[in-house]
């Protein structure tokens, strides 16, 4: 990028006082001011300064006052007035205006010789702040220490899992640490059976070892006969949840949904909090996302996001969704708050509740069998009556209530509860915004009653390139019809919003994947069942449709529309700058684009402008 000076005219901004946010705190905090085990406070100094290092020093610089030019044009706003425009300025924290290259004027008072310049290189583009608008920051951080995605049989996770511990020696030196990993899938092995704990004990390093193993959905895990004994005697039948046994009627090691929580996992200590946190959000920046709606924050993860806060060590906008788990009511142990911190980036309003498993572990709740398990119909996690009490809870205390469903029984069930809200007591939907997280089988008379009732979809595009490959045989030929229907739901929608997530670590981080999976229906390889133009291409989204699901469609799924989400002047000056044009390239070519810098509050955080 070169810079130089400019003047710019045609827009609608005005020029305001603001303090820019976005530089992290490096100064170390006292030693127990925020309550953190004296034994953990070098290394979260250490940790510290690396966040320090990886989120400063990128606007050494770069005035409060510049403008951001394509000389191409291909600054994409993602604002229907103006959808695209050669150049941006930012004053401040805030985009103040928007036009068209110009010697003439200045628009900020008192810029004798016109703003400073920046200018992109020839093909790059700048966007919109991407947004996650489902995901797990904690879970992607845990994830990275063992990861198994790519597996082709049980036999390839055993080795990772070997490997792993051969490579740390804290844990090869100490048999009761417990090893915890994340990515299995066995619907992707040659042999796509559950696995069973004997397959530990089966290598002499890992026999007798705590081990759990995260399958891909987050819905079932894997743990070893250690971990069963441990856990003492185990109920004959658990409510929305289920303990995979053999012919003997002993437990095999597959905790399916509710079931996982008779596995009590060792509490995640402040160091590896720290650790985690600062794993995801590296990798999360580098991708140009500046905003995650964290779809799983515990009572502990909320205390840490606070600490963070506090310290002005959040580089990203973090909008939680507040999780005990438990069907009994549990809002007054989650704290509400709004652009909380010194840099104004942490929220949370919303809760998330959970109605149903996934449908590669059989735990969606259908209402018809599965196709490939006459048997069962999956697991609905809660009764009807038990979760409509705990909404109209959570409502009456003010939340955004945000609720898992994935198959068409669960997505029936919540929009009765949401009519009945509506419609006999008077509740406004509209105004409190509530989300059906994922919403994947819906039986087609539900798919107008997402808009009918003010409903937020909220989708994640590569779950449907990663399950085209097995969901039919799931759900049948008639069924499949009705799953993973993107377009259908958007076109539903009174206000056409369609926010669109990753769910990682069930899938990448990289939200270009899921900006190439909506509009392509592809597999990175170019594939799908049904050819080269896509799995049901009916349901492809546009690459505008698509880039304000990523943007402004989040925002709005936040309450933020108004400050987020589009380069409207006006609002916060979060924005990414990409090396290629994402929005006319060859679908190929989208996967192979790369971020030159990633903006929040006007200030890189990934990156450089110069």
Known sequence: MSSDAVSIKGGKGTAESSTTHGRLNQTASQNGQHGFPPRTLLFIFLVGISLALIFSNRSRGLPADYALCSREGRVYTVDESNPQTECIVVHGNKIIDWGKISPVSSVLPGAKNGLKIIYTDEGHIVIPGLADAHAHIMEQGLKRQLELDGTDSKEAVLERVKAY???????????????????????????????????????????????SLKRIDGHSIWVSQTIIDEA????????????????????????????????VHPEWTDKQLLQYFASAVKEIVSYGLTSIHDAWSTPQMIRFYKKMADENKLPIRLYLMGNVESYEYW??????????????????????????GALGSWGAALQEPYSDKPESRGLLLAAPEVLSNLVRRFWDDGFQVNIHCIGDLANNVVLDIFEDMQNNHGLSLKERRPRIEHAQIINPTDIERFGQLNVIPSVQPTHATSDMWYAETRLGPGRIKNAYVYRSLLESSVHHVLPLGSDFPVEGVNPLLGFY??????????????????????????????????????????????????????????Y?????????????????????ATVIDGRPVYGKLQ
């Not at 053999?246 to 905790?255: P, V």
Request: net charge negative; aromatic share 8%; no cysteine.
């Open 331 to 356: 809002g007054d142990q989650i704290e509400q708050f709004v652009d909380y911190g010194t840099a104004a980036r942490l929220t949370l309003r919303s809760v998330k509740l959970f109605v149903d």
């Open 517 to 574: 999976a909506a509009t392509s229906r592809l597999s990175v390889e170019g594939e799908s069942p049904h050819g080269p133009n896509g799995w049901f291409p009916d349901e492809k989204l546009t690459r505008q449709q698509a880039l304000k699901g990523m943007t402004l469609d989040p925002a709005y799924a936040s309450f933020n529309e108004d400050r987020l989400g589009s380069l409207t002047p006006g609002k916060l000056a979060d």
């Open 232 to 263: 003492g005697a185990l109920p004959d039948y658990v409510e929305g949840g289920e303990i995979i046994r053999d012919k003997n009627g002993d437990a095999t090691g597959i905790f399916v949904d509710n079931a996982q929580a008779l596995i």
């Open 576 to 596: 990414v700058v990409l090396d290629t044009d994402i929005m006319t390239v060859e679908f190929p070519d989208i996967l192979k684009t790369k971020v030159i």
């Open 165 to 211: 511990v051969l490579s740390t020696p804290d844990v090869l030196n100490d048999s009761s640490i417990w090893i915890r990993g994340w990515g299995w899938d066995q619907t992707k092995w040659n042999s796509p059976e559950f696995p069973t704990a004997d397959d530990f004990d089966s290598i002499p390093i890992l026999r007798g070892r705590p081990i």
